[in-house]
């Protein structure tokens, strides 16, 4: 099947530049320091987050800088294949190293001496763009926690069909061998690339075209995790009696 039809549209009916609809949710786990929901599409995530707190192994870590955890999964309903997943297994360990150097570079780790950060993201339902809605997740999950970052870390991947960039790839356009699939995180506010990966070679004017389509998603979803951050702190406010609505 075609990704793109005759007058443009995608498999699902949308523009190359048109994002998934996209639903946020923060501070659903009492248990967690802070905890996130991020729906995009059909793919959903939960992510959670504990710390900054004392370090279960003194001796890894670091005198001068909190060490982070990551952990990545995907439950066993998330897709149609119903097999058991293992959280060790190579997809997953590659996507929580990924997520951790995101998170390294964003959070201000300096502050936290002789202390840990974990993040816990679970995939709940998966249509492609799962590493990309795990870092936005855990990215909300952070801020819910009150760890001070440098910016919001913001994750989108865009590929191309036939020379037209497209951005937020589901899963049949990420999984089909007509597009590419750049995934690419960002801080919005300096436009610094905190990951970029590819799955294919792209030549070097369609590599600027797809990578600027992506950093264009992100500043869209950027914009819809700001406005949830607000909100959640205008609830937070009004319920504690700090300011009457």
Do not use: W
């Not at 997809?91 to 570079?105: A, H």
């Not at 202390?115 to 339902?125: C, E, G, K, R, T």
């Not at 070679?201 to 979803?221: P, R, S, Y």
């Amino acid at each position: 099947m075609d990704l793109l039809s005759p007058e443009g549209l995608r498999i699902d009916g949308r523009r190359p530049t048109e994002l998934r609809n996209i639903q946020t949710n923060m501070g659903l786990l009492q248990s967690a320091d802070g905890s996130a929901y991020y729906e995009q599409g059909n793919t959903k995530v939960l992510a959670a987050v504990y710390g900054p707190r004392e370090g279960a192994m003194r001796s890894k870590m670091h005198h001068d800088k909190a060490i982070i955890n990551c952990e990545y999964s995907m439950a066993t309903f998330s897709t149609g294949e119903r097999k058991v997943r293992s959280k060790g297994d190579r997809r997953s360990v590659e996507i929580s190293l990924i997520i951790r150097q995101v998170f390294e570079s964003t959070v201000l780790v300096n502050l936290f001496p002789r202390s840990q950060i974990d993040i816990y993201v679970q995939i709940l339902q998966a249509d492609g763009g799962t590493r990309c809605a795990a870092i936005n997740a855990a990215s909300l999950a952070l801020i819910d926690a009150g760890i001070p970052m440098k910016d919001f870390a913001v994750a989108c991947a865009a590929g191309c069909v036939d020379g037209t960039p497209i951005v937020d790839l589901n899963y049949r356009e990420d999984s089909s061998y007509q597009s590419p699939d750049m995934p690419i995180a960002i801080l919005p506010k300096s436009n610094k690339i905190t990951m970029l990966q590819m799955d294919q070679k792209l030549h070097l004017d369609t590599f600027e075209k797809v990578l600027q389509c992506a950093v264009d998603g992100c500043h869209q979803i950027y914009d819809i995790m700001v406005t949830k951050v607000k909100e959640r702190t205008e609830e937070l406010v009004t319920s504690r009696g700090v300011l009457q609505v």
